[in-house]
């Protein structure tokens, strides 16, 4: 992949987390980067391929995060404590969203094709949530622990949405763990 290409796609993941989907602009990107418009277009010719690209490389790498906390140590209070880490470094971070959680927001106005890509996100993380929940078998059937797992990633989105809005990340630590506390996540 092209040094052009990673920077754009950099740079624009900051915007995407900053301002959403609606907030790309391939002018402003191409000025950002010291680029003409018509690189960017190059390398995507539309800003749904753009922001296509932006959702699946940003779940490609949340895949990966979850599996290395699987892999770092079986405990689930330390897996679901590290998960909620992930949300909290985009806070840390320039008071940044979770970049498909804030594209999620804006459904109406995506492309079919990044529309598919923030549900691809979502499902990893679900899908993730359920089989560590399995693994320590919460919830006496597959159903109920989806349903849990559902229950934590809109929770834990939640409490970053609440935060970011207030600007404040220890708000966010603390939302946290009254979830923890309450046992909507397990300890």
């Known amino acids: ?12 993941r900051g915007m995407a987390q900053a301002h959403g989907y609606g907030g790309l602009s ?20 539309t800003k749904g391929d753009l922001g296509a690209a932006l959702a699946r490389r940003y779940t490609e790498d949340a895949r990966a995060r979850l599996d290395a ?9 330390i897996r679901l404590r590290r998960y909620a880490g992930i949300f909290r470094v985009a806070l840390a971070n320039g008071n940044r969203m ?7 927001a804006e459904h109406d106005d995506l492309p079919d094709a990044v529309k598919a890509q923030v ?18 078998e919460l919830g006496a059937t597959p159903r109920a622990k989806a349903r849990r797992a559902r229950a934590i990633f809109a929770a834990i989105s939640g409490a970053q949405l609440i935060a970011r809005s207030r600007d404040d990340i220890a708000l966010y630590d603390e939302i946290i763990a009254s979830y923890c506390s309450t046992g909507l996540i397990p300890a």
């Not at 906390?69 to 209070?77: N, R």
């Not at 979770?98 to 999620?104: E, H, I």
Request: charge should be negative; aromatic fraction near 10%; include cysteine.
């Open 26 to 45: 391939f002018r402003e990107l191409a000025s950002a980067i010291g680029i003409k418009s018509a690189s960017i277009h190059y390398h995507f010719p």
């Open 98 to 104: 979770c970049l498909c959680g804030f594209m999620a």
């Open 69 to 77: 906390i699987e892999q770092e140590t079986g405990d689930l209070g």
């Open 119 to 136: 549900q691809a996100f979502a499902d990893v993380n679900i899908d993730w949530l359920s089989r560590i929940l399995a693994e320590a």
């Open 1 to 12: 992949m092209s040094d052009t290409r990673e920077t754009i796609m950099t740079v624009a």
